[in-house]
């Protein structure tokens, strides 16, 4: 299993309202469309922030947060090279994503507590 964790910056012209409403809407029904994904996505979430309890942490300044699990690099490869993926989704990021400063990590999940 492979882990693509991304940190999402919105585009300057839009709210952070307007990037939530148009990421889960809009963007989520997009990329679970694509064929490939019902065969190599395992779990797909989208986490937009909220104020921390005062006193805890001081969190990152991203409008969000999108964690997709494939089965295996080749299954990432399938989904992300797909026509749909192409076509589709990658252009609708470009209407609400800071390409430029989203930040991408794809690795190997570890759990320590599972629940």
Known sequence: MIKMTMFLKRLPALSHAQFVHHHIH???PRFKSIPEAETHVLRY????PVTPPEGTITAADFDGTAEIWFDSPEGMQAVLGSDTYKQVVFPDE???LDHDNTLIQVGEQVEIIAQ
Do not use: A, V
């Open 26 to 28: 809009e963007h989520g």
């Open 45 to 48: 979430i989208q986490t937009h």
């Open 94 to 96: 470009k209407t609400f």
